[in-house]
């Protein structure tokens, strides 16, 4: 672990801005290194502070300047969409289409890479936006949402690296692949550092109980990527992050 934290450079946050949003902010800290992606990803949920942070702003201000606790919520996830691109909500779509929607692994595969999106990816892209506005909502009309925000924004983007040190590829192509093998230690220093940020933002019960769900919900998708496609895609660690923010969420939301 050691190791790990002598190795860290500040220009792996760019790297990590590059690779899982849109934002111009890439250069911020030093140009970006694809080569060292996969070592980059202990600064996953340090990228979810940021996403969260300008999520937070936007919304905070339309709300503080009158806007219902709901409009302040579809601001919050419209944010999150154009800072990353999407890339996330694109990931569960592909991922429930491919899951349910193929019958062996190979046509699973096929499906996720398909850029047409089945009733499967529809139905999971909707609950998911109702479950995330219901939480959102509830907490912006009890007034607290900068500090559960940022702490699931940055949690869940914990979970991407663990399931790609603990998983094979699935494939021999894609975004994950291009990434390449995390390291176990660095997968756990983004988990300490995600942990510390909620620690601070939500306290010790709130975080100890998001961080079990966030781990539930993380393994749970790696069995069920193992099960149906044997192994990991950008797509699967696209949904795991939502899934597990969402998951958080409803942690943190049940403390207000």
């Given at each position: 672990?050691?190791?790990?934290?002598?190795?860290?450079?500040?220009?792996?946050?760019?790297?990590?801005?590059?690779?899982?949003?849109r934002l111009p902010l890439a250069g911020l800290l030093g140009h970006p290194d694809l080569d060292r992606s996969a070592r980059a990803a202990w600064a996953y949920p340090l990228v979810g502070v940021v996403v969260?942070?300008?999520?937070?702003?936007?919304?905070?201000?339309?709300?503080?300047?009158?806007?219902?606790?709901?409009?302040?919520?579809?601001l919050v996830l419209t944010v999150g969409v154009m800072a990353t691109?999407?890339?996330?909500?694109?990931?569960l779509a592909d991922t429930a289409d491919g899951f349910w929607g193929g019958w062996d692994v190979s046509r699973r595969l096929e499906i996720m890479k398909d850029s047409r999106v089945g009733t499967y990816g529809v139905l999971a892209l909707v609950l998911a936006f109702l479950a995330r506005f219901s939480a959102l909502?509830?907490?912006?009309?009890?007034?607290?949402?900068?500090?559960?925000?940022?702490?699931?924004?940055?949690?869940?983007?914990?979970?991407?690296?663990?399931?790609?040190?603990?998983?094979?590829?699935?494939?021999?192509?894609?975004?994950?692949?291009?990434?390449?093998?995390?390291?176990r230690p660095t997968a756990t220093l983004g988990a300490a550092i995600a942990a510390a940020i909620s620690l601070v933002l939500m306290g010790l019960a709130a975080t100890a109980l998001a961080v079990l769900a966030v781990m539930v919900v993380s393994?749970?998708?790696?069995?069920?990527?193992?099960?149906?496609?044997?192994?990991?895609?950008?797509?699967v660690l696209g949904a795991t992050q939502l899934l597990t923010e969402i998951a958080a969420l409803a942690v943190f939301g049940a403390f207000f």
């Open positions: 672990m050691r190791d790990e934290w002598t190795n860290c450079r500040p220009a792996d946050v760019s790297t990590a801005l590059g690779l899982l949003t969260g942070t300008l999520a937070w702003a936007i919304a905070g201000l339309a709300h503080w300047s009158g806007a219902g606790a709901g409009l302040a919520a579809v691109g999407g890339m996330h909500e694109d990931g909502e509830g907490m912006i009309a009890a007034g607290a949402l900068f500090a559960p925000l940022v702490a699931a924004a940055a949690l869940s983007r914990a979970s991407m690296p663990y399931l790609m040190s603990l998983m094979p590829h699935a494939r021999d192509t894609g975004l994950s692949r291009d990434v390449g093998a995390v390291s393994v749970a998708m790696g069995w069920l990527a193992d099960r149906k496609i044997e192994g990991q895609t950008g797509d």
